[in-house]
């Protein structure tokens, strides 16, 4: 019963987002007077160096998925003659359908033959919202991971009805649903082949991300197109025990919003008329969370991201994953879910969660969805990954700033963490925020380096291993938060 109840609290969270918060960086923060060209398959890039960093922004890595390519596999990028400029990202794919773009950012000096490090930055937004280098303050370019001598990318991937949808007219083209997923796929082939011209290494690309762009790291990490194009993974706030919804679910969703739209049928006539709609047209049905994402479609996602691992499909590769001390911050909490356990379970939730006694329910149910949505997740998948042989790190994020200590009073909300992990220069940090961020930023870099962050930081195995990120520093934890956490997984479903 109480497995259920939680299941529900997880449905009905509303992710309380807005489209600003993914507001693109503005380009005039590249600005720069000096220009360098690089030449990739498709043609030459000019972009902009400002502070011994260099700019090559708004590639197009796949062709505009656009009319007959809408709801395609992405097609081979265009190709130019001459210089084309760089200096600025391409339009966000939760703006406009033309938006398969990425951005590379690298030391000035680096040339072909280095063989840098690559990470690449997948962005969260709940498969709906988000650009590849706007989240929460801007800077997800990767400016202070190229200071480090990294090759970053960030990449733009469909969003919305564009990239997660579903009909069985379309179902009969070929792949379908996660036009997204594909999109992630190709940008990461291109990586693989350009980034060399950018002084990259591409048998050394690290790929991460946040929130929706964690749970497309696992998927990645379990898709057979993806085998081989990169070589380490980050999950942050990554909903580790996600399912994609199945396809014929999805597929009535399809045909629900077309025939809103005034399209019937399921033939290729369907899929015509399908293609000539404004997006727009399309109307969700329900809340934010949940209106788009992965699909059991069979080829790109077989499965859910727990099932993939405890089956043993995963890349064999390093991985780091983690979360943030109040993830539900962004959630709708619900009290109220306290008072409807049976006795029992209520009295259990207490003693794990409340173990002062407060009977604070709000900081109860805070912690309780944190733990069931992101923190035990993360320790299973951890488990799943090391106990099959392949190096994992896990890490816990619980950093209030002091000057936020009043609006944060349950821990660190999903999201904080990624300004600390880029070392964002325009998100605000006080004096005291910098070491941490520069403990975070240089810990991610070693990780993508070496596939290890470095001996502070010891692997999930033996012992269950962890860091806090926290006030008090970076500090190792041993079985952190068990009592808790052996609750949760009590509580999953079977």
Same mark, same amino acid.
């Given at each position: 019963?109480i497995?259920r109840?939680?299941? @529900?609290?997880a449905?009905?969270a509303v992710?309380?987002?807005?489209?600003?918060a993914f507001?693109?960086?503005?380009?005039g923060? %590249?600005?720069?007077?000096?220009s360098?060209?690089?030449?990739?398959?498709?043609?030459?890039?000019?972009?902009?160096?400002?502070d011994?960093?260099?700019?090559?922004?708004?590639?197009? *890595?796949?062709?505009?998925?656009?009319?007959?390519?809408r709801?395609?596999?992405?097609?081979?990028?265009p190709?130019?003659?001459?210089? $084309?400029d760089a200096? +600025?990202?391409?339009?966000s794919?939760? +703006?406009?359908?033309?938006?398969? %773009?990425l951005?590379v950012?690298?030391?000035?000096g680096a040339?072909?033959?280095d063989?840098?490090?690559?990470?690449?930055?997948?962005?969260?937004?709940?498969?709906v919202?988000?650009?590849?280098?706007?989240?929460?303050?801007?800077?997800?370019?990767?400016t202070?991971?190229a200071?480090?001598?990294?090759?970053?990318v960030?990449?733009?991937? $469909?969003?919305?009805r564009?990239g997660?949808?579903?009909?069985?007219a379309?179902t009969?083209?070929?792949?379908?649903?996660?036009?997204?997923?594909?999109d992630q796929? +190709?940008?990461?082939?291109?990586?693989r082949?350009?980034?060399?011209a950018?002084?990259g290494?591409?048998a050394?690309v690290?790929? *991460?991300?946040?929130?929706a762009?964690g749970?497309?790291?696992?998927?990645?990490?379990?898709?057979?197109q993806a085998?081989?194009?990169?070589?380490?993974?980050?999950?942050?706030?990554?909903? @580790?025990?996600h399912?994609?919804?199945?396809?014929?679910?999805?597929e009535a969703k399809?045909?629900?919003?077309?025939?809103a739209?005034?399209?019937?049928?399921e033939?290729?006539?369907a899929?015509?008329?399908? =293609?000539?709609?404004?997006?727009?047209s399309?109307?969700y049905?329900?809340?934010?969370?949940?209106r788009?994402g992965p699909i059991?479609?069979?080829t790109y996602?077989?499965g859910?991201?727990?099932?993939?691992?405890?089956?043993?499909?995963?890349?064999?590769?390093?991985?780091?994953?983690?979360?943030?001390?109040?993830?539900?911050?962004?959630?709708?909490p619900?009290?109220?879910?306290?008072?409807?356990?049976p006795e029992?379970a209520?009295?259990?939730?207490?003693s794990?969660?409340?173990?002062?006694g407060?009977?604070?329910k709000a900081r109860?149910?805070?912690?309780?969805?944190? @733990?069931?949505?992101?923190?035990?997740?993360? $320790?299973?998948?951890?488990?799943?990954?090391?106990?099959?042989?392949q190096?994992t790190?896990l890490? *816990?994020?619980? *950093?209030?700033?002091? !000057?936020?200590?009043?609006?944060?009073?349950y821990?660190?909300?999903?999201?904080?963490e990624? =300004? %600390?992990v880029?070392?964002?220069?325009?998100?605000?940090?006080?004096?005291?925020?910098l070491?941490l961020?520069g403990?975070m930023?240089?810990?991610?870099?070693?990780f993508?380096?070496t596939g290890?962050?470095?001996?502070?930081?010891?692997? %999930?195995?033996?012992?269950e291993? !962890?860091?806090?990120?926290?006030?008090d520093?970076?500090?190792?934890?041993r079985?952190h938060?068990? @009592?808790?956490?052996?609750?949760?997984?009590?509580?999953?479903?079977?």
């Open positions: 019963m497995s109840r939680l299941a @529900a609290c449905a009905l992710l309380a987002l807005s489209p600003a507001a693109q960086a503005p380009a923060a %590249f600005a720069s007077d000096v360098q060209t690089v030449k990739v398959k498709q043609g030459a890039l000019k972009g902009t160096v400002k011994a960093i260099a700019y090559h922004l708004g590639i197009p *890595y796949a062709a505009a998925p656009v009319g007959e390519l709801w395609k596999p992405p097609a081979a990028g190709r130019w003659s001459g210089e $084309r200096s +600025a990202p391409g339009a794919c939760q +703006a406009e359908e033309d938006c398969l %773009f951005n950012v690298r030391p000035a040339k072909a033959g063989k840098l490090p690559v990470m690449v930055w997948i962005h969260g937004g709940a498969y919202i988000g650009t590849s280098m706007g989240a929460f303050g801007g800077d997800t370019e990767g202070n991971f200071k480090r001598g990294i090759v970053h960030s990449l733009n991937y $469909r969003l919305g564009a997660w949808f579903a009909h069985p379309l009969r083209e070929g792949p379908t649903g996660n036009y997204g997923m594909m796929v +190709a940008a990461l082939q291109w990586v082949d350009n980034i060399a950018f002084g290494d591409p050394n690290t790929i *991460y991300g946040e929130s762009g749970v497309s790291v696992h998927y990645l990490m379990l898709a057979p085998k081989g194009l990169f070589a380490k993974a980050i999950g942050q706030s990554s909903f @580790a025990r399912v994609p919804e199945p396809l014929a679910k999805a399809g045909v629900q919003a077309a025939k739209a005034g399209v019937e049928g033939d290729a006539a899929a015509a008329a399908l =293609r000539k709609l404004p997006l727009a399309l109307p049905t329900g809340g934010f969370v949940g788009a059991l479609d069979g996602i077989t859910g991201i727990a099932q993939g691992y405890a089956a043993g499909r995963q890349a064999k590769v390093p991985l780091m994953i983690g979360g943030n001390s109040n993830e539900a911050s962004l959630f709708r619900q009290p109220a879910l306290l008072d409807s356990l029992t209520r009295a259990a939730v207490s794990a969660f409340d173990p002062e407060t009977g604070d109860i149910v805070h912690a309780l969805q944190t @733990a069931q949505l992101i923190t035990e997740p993360d $320790r299973n998948l951890a488990r799943l990954h090391a106990g099959a042989g190096p790190w890490y *816990y994020f619980s *950093y209030v700033p002091p !000057s936020k200590a009043a609006q944060k009073p821990g660190a909300a999903h999201t904080d990624i =300004r %600390f880029f070392g964002a220069p325009r998100a605000g940090f006080a004096p005291e925020d070491p961020s403990a930023n240089e810990l991610w870099a070693n993508a380096k290890a962050p470095g001996a502070a930081w010891p692997k %999930f195995l033996p012992g291993t !962890s860091v806090e990120f926290g006030n520093g970076v500090q190792v934890r079985e938060l068990k @009592a808790r956490l052996d609750l949760v997984e009590a509580m999953q479903p079977k």
